[in-house]
């Protein structure tokens, strides 16, 4: 299906992901490959061109990431952004050094010379730059198409052999003419078609497991996250009743979350697979009974996941295959793609594979980002309140109720966060905070009510934008939309007599309370 492809070689650089994103925009089909790819791993996957990343080094340095003469040789088009079109003119034989100036932020380029690259893009146009090295000579062969007033290089291009240098980020969205440069390089100048289209992929998917699968026997951990859902969807139109979901409610969810899974997977629902809903939550809410300490709370909570999931799959008895909602990130993350391998390990795996016999695992959304899971989750035709899920950690409510959980706490924290959540929706700001919840903090103190004096708990409203997850800043809420929320939580939660705002951001804390 991809037999359009273009390779997105990784030096290191922080936006590696991006590039790929934003080619797939451009309807065309790309991966990420580390630099440290063989050449004949390159040539075997027959790319319609190649981009080279951005990254921290300086390529003039021993021990700088590089890559061989012949990758420009091939005849395949080459565009080297930033670290990437350095390194193109290092090896080529241009000179590459140290900037006197060190350009840092949105910068007007002109662009000097008709280039295929930059069809359409204005003659003054505003890129994102970021180095410290400058191309101070461009390699043999290679004429300058763009400079800004402190770079004499900005772009340079040797348009006979299809090799294209610019020292901006395209990728980037203050880049603002980005997006089309890209094209222009994947379009016109590898001659892409640009038919990566997520309906046809969801199709050729479908077709591709139902083939694989045959007549076997598919199981799935349900979450009722956005991954777990799409993955759910997909095998479900691709193999019906052979697929068994298993959806285990540990009563830390959402309010009415468990009914909302249940209504699209369950019997009511539109698909006809076998679905089983366990309702563990008395047996989570007894085995937490009388523990404060986070990390034990967290283990408690994901040993007896495991156990009830355990005791589901000996039921079913062994399966041909086990579906997993592994996506591209979390591939590129753990090394299989980019260059980000040391950091992190995979984290989507979770430990349910161990207590289930199965022979292959089915990964449907593996080579997609985020945003191509949810779009391929409406073409599916799943409710938009399941695409559009905010992020929930596998422990739930257990994280978000500070000290010992119990199901009087978990009653409160559900109605106060189905308020907010509410009113955040009302306010028409649902889909423009990162992540947005109520938490329960272990604090009582003296209020009063009407004549009475109230001893109740306190509700924390957490809110905050993030790309990442890793960092985080609390969300501005216009504080008629605060007020209206603290006192609908109130005077509609029974046991709660005051609200906090937390304007912490990550770090110094962490987006969940525990
Ligand atoms: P923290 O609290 O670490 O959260 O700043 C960062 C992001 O990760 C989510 N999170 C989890 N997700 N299992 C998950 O699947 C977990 O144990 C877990 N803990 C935190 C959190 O909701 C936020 O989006």
């Known amino acids: 299906m991809n037999q359009e492809k273009v390779l997105v070689i990784d030096f290191g650089g922080q936006y590696n992901q991006l590039v790929a994103r934003r080619v797939r925009e451009c309807n065309v089909y790309c991966e990420i490959y ?34 061989q003469k012949e990758l420009f040789e091939l005849g395949i088009p080459v565009l080297g952004l930033c670290y990437g079109a350095q390194l193109m003119m290092h090896v080529l034989g241009g000179k590459v050094e140290k900037a006197p100036v060190r350009e840092y932020g949105k910068t007007e380029v002109r662009v000097e010379q008709d280039s295929p690259l930059f069809a359409d893009v204005s003659r003054n146009t505003i890129c994102w730059m970021s180095h410290f090295d400058y191309i101070s000579r461009p390699a043999p062969g290679f004429s300058v198409t763009a400079r800004t007033a402190d770079c004499p290089v900005a772009a340079a291009e040797n348009r006979e052999k299809n090799l294209y240098a610019i020292q901006f980020h395209p990728e980037v969205l203050h880049t603002l003419e980005g997006t089309k440069i890209l094209g222009n390089f994947v ?78 997977f369950g019997p009511e629902g539109p698909y006809q697979l076998h679905f089983i809903r366990v309702n563990a939550q008395e047996r989570f809410y007894e085995k937490l ?72 695992i089915i990964e449907p959304l593996r080579n997609l980002f985020k945003d191509e899971v949810r779009r391929a989750g409406l073409k599916l035709g799943i409710p938009e309140t399941l695409v559009y899920r905010q992020p929930f950690p596998g422990p739930g409510l257990g994280i978000r109720i500070i000290g010992e959980v119990t199901g009087e706490k978990v009653r409160i924290v559900q109605e106060a966060d189905a308020i907010y959540r509410e009113e955040i ?43 990442d997850f890793m960092t985080a800043e609390s969300a501005e809420i216009p504080w008629e939309v605060l007020q209206t929320v603290m006192s609908r939580i109130i005077n509609e939660v029974r046991g709660v007599n005051r609200v906090f705002y937390d304007l912490t951001s990550k770090p110094p804390g962490t987006i969940e309370f525990e």
């Open 34 to 67: 580390s630099y440290r790819t063989e050449l004949e791993a390159i040539k075997a996957m027959n790319p319609k061109g190649i981009i080279l990343t951005g990254g921290p080094n300086s390529c003039y340095e021993e021990n700088s990431p590089t890559y």
């Open 187 to 264: 379009r016109t100048i590898c001659g892409c078609a640009g038919s990566w289209r997520m309906d046809s992929f969801v199709e050729h998917s479908i077709e591709e497991i139902r083939n694989r699968v045959g007549s076997g026997r598919v199981l799935c951990a349900l979450s009722g996250g956005v991954d777990s859902s799409v993955a759910a969807v997909m095998l479900a139109k691709a193999i019906g009743n052979q697929l068994t979901c298993v959806f285990v409610d540990h009563g830390l969810l959402r309010k009415q979350e468990g009914d909302e899974v249940e209504a699209v």
């Open 289 to 360: 009974a009388g523990v404060t300490e986070p990390e034990q709370k967290r283990k408690i909570i994901g040993e007896e996941f495991i156990r009830v999931f355990e005791e589901e799959a000996r039921k079913i008895g062994a399966v041909d295959f086990l579906v997993q909602g592994t996506i591209y990130p979390d591939v590129v993350e753990s090394g299989l793609g980019g260059e980000s391998a040391v950091i992190k390990s995979h984290h989507n795996v979770g430990g349910l594979p161990d207590c289930v016999e199965f022979r292959e």
């Open 425 to 467: 929706a009302k306010a028409g700001l649902d889909r423009t905070i990162g992540q947005y919840f109520a938490a329960l903090t272990n604090m009582r103190s003296v209020g009063v009510m009407g004549d009475e004096r109230t001893y109740d708990y306190a509700v924390a409203l957490r809110a905050v934008n993030t790309v």
